[in-house]
C-alpha cells in the first residue's frame, strides 16, 4: 500500500522560508509523478507544484520564483522549498502521488505565515 509521510510545516513570519518533505512507501517512487497541493480555510485544494518523473516542474503562477518542487528518487522524497513566504500561503499542504500504482495523497502539513 501506497503511504505519504510529508513534514515540515510551521508557522513563520511573512518573507521567511520553509522546506516541505514527503516521503513516498510502497510504491516505485521513480515511476510516479509527485506534486504539491495546498488547501486553505474555506476554499478548494489547489496545484502548487508537480515534478514528472523525468524531473520536468510546473507550478501555479502565484508561487512562481518562490517556491520550488524538487525529487530525490533513491531517497524516495520529493520537496517543496518556499521562500519568501506570504500570508496568502497559509494552507494546509498535501503530498501527491501520481503513477502506475494510482492516485495517493499525504494526510498534509500546516503552514502558516504571519507575524
Known amino acids: 500500500q501506497v503511504q505519504l509521510v510529508e513534514s515540515g510545516g510551521a508557522l513563520v513570519q511573512p518573507g521567511g522560508s520553509l522546506r516541505l518533505s514527503c516521503v513516498a512507501s510502497?510504491?516505485?517512487?521513480?515511476?510516479?509523478?509527485m506534486g504539491w497541493y495546498r488547501q486553505a480555510p474555506g476554499k478548494e485544494r489547489e496545484l502548487v507544484a508537480t515534478?514528472?518523473?523525468?524531473?520536468?516542474?510546473n507550478y501555479a503562477d502565484s508561487v512562481k520564483g518562490r517556491f520550488t518542487i524538487s525529487r530525490d528518487n533513491p531517497k524516495n522524497t520529493v520537496y517543496l522549498q518556499m521562500n519568501s513566504l506570504k500570508p496568502e500561503d497559509t494552507a494546509v499542504y498535501y503530498c501527491?502521488?501520481?503513477?502506475?500504482?494510482?492516485?495517493?495523497w499525504g494526510q498534509g502539513t500546516q503552514v502558516t505565515v504571519s507575524s
Open positions: 501527491n502521488s501520481n503513477g502506475y500504482s494510482g492516485n495517493y
Open positions: 510502497g510504491t516505485i517512487f521513480s515511476f510516479n509523478a
Open positions: 515534478v514528472t518523473t523525468s524531473g520536468s516542474t
